[in-house]
Antibody, heavy 120, light 112 residues
Framework: EVQLVESGGGLVKPGGSLRLSCAASGFTFSSSGMNWVRQAPGKGLEWVSSISSSGNYIYYADSVKGRFTISRDNAKNSLYLQMNSLRAEDTAVYYC?????????????WGQGTLVTVSS | QSALTQPASVSGSPGQSITISCTGTSSDVGGYKYVSWYQQHPGKAPKLMIYDVRNRPSGVSNRFSGSKSGNTASLTISGLQAEDEADYYCTSYTSSNILEVVFGGGTKLTVL
């Protein structure tokens, strides 16, 4: 059974940093592109970042470029999102999502999400 | 990147059919075959319902179907059931800037 479990969310002050993790199991993690998608309270889904299976190709939404860094450790079956210079508008539930196939915005499995709250 | 345009809400009675539109541009919906649709119940993670415009993942009811014409994609749900009440989101690649993923603003489906 495919499982994605996010962790690392919490309350952080504006300008602070946080590192999210996503533990994957039930599939060959090293063969799958992975993404972070967020959802602000009461709002819609917003794509944040993607990383290819090898980690060689990385993309970011303009809203987080230069502040967030996506990475992965295929030996640990884990995906990460380092978030720096956090702003109030980064407050959201952050989901990790698996790409159904490489280089495609088709997310066939999602984690349960982890809440990040940016507030003083 | 700009979100794809979806109606904020649609409604229908049990047994009826509804269609949710997703309008973009030639740089996203019109330019790629990768339109997907997701269903999200309150407090839950999104669930993939349609990919590559019209394909259903294993386990998704055949009451759900997708199509595309030009820059507009559509999700049709036939034989509406109470459990279909949820938020629905479309998504596509966009090449308006660099290759990015763009979601629609979401549509709240109410089953009357």
């Amino acid at each position: 059974e495919v499982q994605l479990v996010e962790s690392g969310g919490g309350l952080v002050k504006p300008g602070g940093s946080l590192r999210l993790s996503c533990a994957a199991s039930g599939f060959t993690f090293s063969s799958s592109g992975m993404n972070w998608v967020r959802q602000a309270p009461g709002k819609g889904l917003e794509w944040v970042s993607s990383i290819s299976s090898s980690g060689n190709y990385i993309y970011y939404a303009d809203s987080v470029k230069g502040r967030f860094t996506i990475s992965r450790d295929n030996a640990k079956n884990s995906l990460y999102l380092q978030m720096n210079s956090l702003r109030a508008e980064d407050t959201a539930v952050y989901y990790c999502a698996r790409e159904k196939r490489g280089s495609s915005p088709i997310f066939d499995y999602w984690g349960q999400g982890t809440l990040v709250t940016v507030s003083s | 990147q700009s979100a794809l345009t979806q109606p904020a809400s649609v409604s229908g009675s049990p047994g009826q059919s509804i269609t949710i539109s997703c309008t973009g541009t030639s740089s996203d919906v019109g330019g790629y075959k990768y339109v997907s649709w997701y269903q999200q119940h309150p407090g839950k993670a999104p669930k993939l319902m349609i990919y590559d415009v019209r394909n259903r993942p294993s386990g998704v009811s055949n009451r759900f179907s997708g199509s595309k014409s030009g820059n507009t994609a559509s999700l049709t749900i036939s034989g509406l059931q109470a459990e279909d009440e949820a938020d629905y989101y479309c998504t596509s690649y966009t090449s308006s800037n660099i290759l990015e993923v763009v979601f629609g603003g979401g549509t709240k489906l109410t089953v009357l």
